[in-house]
């Protein structure tokens, strides 16, 4: 009777890792094919649009959410080149993934109490447009398949293109067409060097750096991506 119910645990458990991975097996599929769906078509909305209009929901707060698909042809060079200057000078080069910057980040949190980030472009864009925020690790996890995913199935540009779409400037603000409109009053295409450095300058903490009141350091770090636009030149953007 032992042998019996010790063979029918071990059936029940093999059917459950079979189950468990086609279901994993069909994730994937999904995932894949819904990220291809997005190569193409423009995003409506991200998960971390989401998850900000839901928790604002179950506090019982009111929450505007300004956001408004503009391609890229419609975002001047200068904004494209402010975000890789500002994020990651090595994004035309890398599979996802900048490990030197993985490192010394490493080796920087490890004495310092000030937390030095290291993702790229294309994991900030997976985060956004897949998970959720936070520092745990079953998100950092999950983080590594969706950027490799991304950098499989798109090219560097509609990286970029969905990024600079769907990346918070300030409080419910997603994307730079309604980030211009909002904080410069006109359309991404219009915005100058200087207007698109300060947009940049804010995305580390788009909640703590504000576009309309920009802090000593904000201002600091616009000119130092200027610096590094004009170092990187508009033809850095021909290897996307």
Avoid at 90 to 116: L, M, T
Wanted: aromatic share 12%.
């Amino acid at each position: 009777m032992g042998k019996r119910k010790k063979i029918s645990l071990q059936n029940a458990v093999r059917r459950l890792r079979q189950n468990g991975w086609r279901w994993l097996c069909r994730l994937v599929l999904v995932c894949c094919g819904v990220t291809l769906f997005f190569r193409f078509v423009p995003v409506p909305f991200s998960a971390y649009m989401a998850q900000q209009k839901i928790a604002h929901m179950l506090q019982g707060e009111s929450y505007s959410l300004h956001y408004r698909w503009t391609s890229i042809e419609q975002i001047p060079w200068q904004m494209q080149l402010a975000v890789i200057a500002a994020e990651d000078q090595f994004f035309p080069e890398h599979n996802g993934f900048d490990w030197q910057a993985i490192e010394s980040a490493f080796k920087h949190n490890r004495h310092s109490k000030r937390i030095r980030g290291a993702s790229t472009i294309s994991q900030q864009t997976a985060k956004n447009l897949y998970l959720w925020h936070g520092q745990s690790w079953l998100r950092k996890g999950l983080e590594v398949p969706a950027t490799l995913m991304l950098e499989l199935l798109w090219s560097k540009r509609r990286i970029l293109e969905v990024y600079l779409n769907i990346a918070e400037f300030g409080d419910g603000i997603f994307g730079v067409e309604a980030a211009s409109r909002h904080y410069f009053k006109k359309p991404a295409r219009d915005l100058s060097q200087q207007e698109a450095a300060l947009l940049a300058a804010v995305l580390p903490n788009p909640r703590l750096f504000k576009v309309n009141r920009p802090s000593a350091y904000v201002q600091q770090r616009q000119r130092w991506i200027i610096r590094q636009m004009n170092a990187l030149g508009k033809n850095y953007l021909q290897q996307l």
